[in-house]
């Protein structure tokens, strides 16, 4: 870590959260790990003054689901190399910075998207995909992979997990717009709207918020002055970062048009021209915030619907949606390098909120250090609708996670999370997970 005190001085991470949470009109700051919070290596939480609280606390680890709809052109997909010296592809190219934190998987089967059951292909590959069970006709039969983890974890937060969404798709039933569930025909909805998603982490608004006239930082200004003359040097400057960050949120939330959400676009809509990239963007932003400051341990990021209907303006691909271009001469050469172009959007959106988690100090590392975010589509090959050697992406160094290779495996999505719950973790599932029959090695 670049900014370890050696001071004595250590501030409560508990105390000073609640403190501040507990200020101003139901507004919490949400401040992020400061170096005083640590021991001397970084390496943990420091100790507490009371005799009750003197033994450190371990850095928490962090779940993120995230995905996108429709599958992949797997020729610009999926490296031809394995180990280390694998060759980027261009839907991969955006990782560039990123090679020695990910872990790029090809492979993995989804056998419970082949049973008989009803709805499509796509409403079946959703329900197995997240939650290794068969589609009931409503929705996943059980619980998501997402809520799974969270359910077994330990620690108090303000949130057990966050679902986020972004691109607003009125089309399809429930398997098409929730990624997370809680149980059978269970859905935990996303919150696409970035209004609604900063007041949940930063607090409820007043009429000078809505109308944008203030900040919300200001109802915690007295309790920020009292706080900085205790703060080392280093401390003062991660929490100005923070603060800045926070505003330039508020900033970008306002800029969106007044009536952003309020009317959601139907599929037909073929002047639908809405610019889902900055919402991404403040979207990955918030869950940045939200992983930081410990609201919670567990998101899930749902960039595109199954089967996605979005249109993509900002590509240049206006005349057809998302779905339509999978399956319109989509194996032409054409058509491949319109997938590979869409594909490697999504790819940008993911190492932008990698990128956002690398840039933010955690300890003697980074929040991605103390993360493991996995990468998945409903469907390999998107057109003929593969379940099979599904293409994954692990990212993060949680648990010891391997990274910085292209690894082939002939295991199950079941496999791969029992290994991510039991071997990143440390969380025993006592009851497994379905389709699971061995845990991966190669993982950590």
């Known amino acids: ?49 009371s005799t009750a609280a003197k033994t450190e606390t371990a850095i928490e680890s962090r779940f993120v689901l995230w995905f996108n709809g429709n599958g992949i052109p ?59 069970t068969p589609y009931t006709g409503r929705g996943a039969g059980g619980a998501s ?13 303000r949130f057990r997990s966050l679902q986020v969404g972004v691109c607003q798709e009125s089309h399809g ?55 900085q003359p205790s703060l080392s040097q280093p401390d ?18 306002s800029s969106l048009p007044s009536d952003y959400g309020k009317h959601v676009k139907e599929p037909e809509d073929v002047a639908d021209l809405t610019d889902y990239p900055r919402i991404a963007k403040i979207q990955s932003d918030l869950v940045v915030h939200a992983l930081a400051s410990g609201q919670t341990r567990v998101v899930s990021y749902m960039l595109t619907k199954c089967q996605s209907l979005v249109r993509l303006p900002w590509l240049g691909y206006t005349q057809l949606r998302h779905h339509d271009y999978t399956h319109t001469n989509a194996e032409s050469p054409e058509g491949q390098r319109t997938m590979r172009d869409i594909c490697r959007w999504h790819v940008e959106e993911f190492a932008y909120l990698l990128g956002r988690m690398k840039a933010t100090p955690e300890g003697d590392g980074t929040l991605l250090d103390n993360t493991c975010v996995v990468f998945a589509h409903e469907h390999a090959e998107a057109n003929p609708h593969k379940d099979n050697g599904l293409a994954m992406i692990l990212a993060g160094h949680a648990g010891g996670m391997k990274t910085g290779m292209h690894s082939k495996m002939r295991n199950t999505v079941g496999d791969l999370y029992v290994t991510i719950a039991e071997e990143i973790f440390k969380l025993p599932l006592e009851k497994g997970f379905p389709t699971a029959e061995k845990k991966i090695s190669g993982i950590v």
């Open 145 to 157: 992979i997402d809520q799974v983890i969270a359910g077994a974890m330990r620690g108090e937060t």
């Open 1 to 49: 870590m670049s900014q370890v005190i050696t001071r004595r001085s250590r501030l409560s991470r508990r105390a000073l959260l609640k403190g501040l949470s507990l200020s101003g009109a139901q507004i919490c700051v949400g401040l992020p790990p400061l170096v005083s919070m640590f021991n001397a290596t970084g390496t943990a939480y420091a100790a507490g003054t």
């Open 74 to 132: 797997e020729r610009y997909w999926i490296p031809t190399e394995l180990g280390r010296n694998y060759e980027l592809t261009p839907c991969l190219a955006p990782l560039k910075s990123l090679r020695e934190d990910v872990h790029v998987i090809s492979g993995i089967d989804n056998p419970n998207a082949r049973v008989t059951a009803p709805g499509n292909t796509h409403h079946k590959s959703m329900s197995a995909l997240v939650s290794g």
């Open 173 to 227: 039933e429930n398997i098409h717009r929730n990624l997370s569930w809680a149980g059978y025909d269970r859905a935990l909805p996303p919150e696409m709207i970035p209004h609604n998603m900063f007041d949940r982490l930063f607090g409820v608004r007043d009429e000078s918020w809505v109308g944008r006239k203030k900040s919300v930082l200001d109802a915690v200004r007295e309790d920020l002055a009292d706080l």
């Open 236 to 253: 003062r400057h991660r929490l100005d970062e923070h603060l800045t960050s926070v505003r330039e949120l508020e900033k970008a939330i």
